[in-house]
């Protein structure tokens, strides 16, 4: 079965900080990887994604993530957190080939102060 | 393009009322799901469907119920409403050409239905 484990339901960084966020995976086949983010009120949208390839995926607004499979990771980060980055983040796994059933992770709330 | 958008935005129900929920999905999409996602949590699977059938569900009791029409909108229902329902209730579209509802790496999320039970 897959799981995702998010460590840390809580991140405050200052503006300008280094954003780590933690993820880390259980799959028994190779999975395919997200980051969403969720905006109060909103949907969520997808920030970047792992699934064949270069293991250091690049997405908007700044973030990118390394897929590491020997540490079962894949830790979102920014060199430079913005007050606009607040927002909660999800990370998500799923079999590749399957149907579109993702598993979340319960979420990491990132706030910025000045 | 339009993206995915899903109808009521709020609504308030009692316990033991049925509740039905819209969503339209993105132009060019053909497979639809629903995720649960209580407050505090992360989104859960509860089905997807693909040209008007469910092909996968997640670990929801069968009050739980959804339908998918031939422009791809679909509906989630659920009777019997309890407590625990309340939630934000999402739908993602995603999908297209011969995709054939099979994992194509990226879902597309609509505001939410958020329900509140009482």
């Known amino acids: 079965a897959q799981s995702v484990t998010q460590l840390g339901s809580h991140v405050s960084v200052s503006e300008g900080a280094l954003v780590l966020l933690r993820c880390n995976y259980s799959s028994s086949v190779p999975p395919y990887l997200f980051w969403y983010v969720q905006y109060p009120n909103q949907g969520l949208q997808l920030l970047l994604k792992?699934?064949?390839?270069?293991?250091l995926v690049k997405g908007i607004n700044g973030f990118e993530a390394e897929f590491k499979k020997s540490e079962t990771s894949f830790h979102l980060t920014k060199p430079s957190a913005h007050m606009s980055d607040a927002a909660e983040y999800f990370c998500a796994v799923t079999l590749s080939g399957g149907y579109n059933k993702l598993i979340f992770g319960a979420g990491t709330r990132l706030a910025v102060h000045p | 393009e339009t993206g995915v958008t899903q109808s009521p935005t709020h609504l308030i129900k009692t316990r033991g009322q049925q509740v039905t929920l819209r969503c339209s999905s993105q132009?060019?999409?053909?497979?639809v799901s629903w995720y649960q996602q209580a407050l505090g949590q992360g989104p859960q699977f509860i089905f997807q469907y693909y040209r008007e059938e469910e092909n996968g569900r997640g670990n929801f009791p069968p009050r739980f119920s959804g339908l998918q029409f031939p422009n791809y909108s679909s509906e989630l229902n659920v009777n019997a409403l309890e407590l625990d329902d309340s939630a934000l209730y999402l739908c993602?579209?995603?999908?297209?050409?011969?995709?054939?509802?099979?994992?194509?790496?990226?879902?597309?999320f609509g505001e939410g239905s958020r329900l509140t039970v009482l």
């Open positions: 132009s060019g999409h053909n497979t």
């Open positions: 792992y699934t064949t390839g270069a293991t």
């Open positions: 993602a579209s995603s999908g297209g050409g011969t995709s054939g509802g099979l994992n194509t790496g990226e879902l597309f």
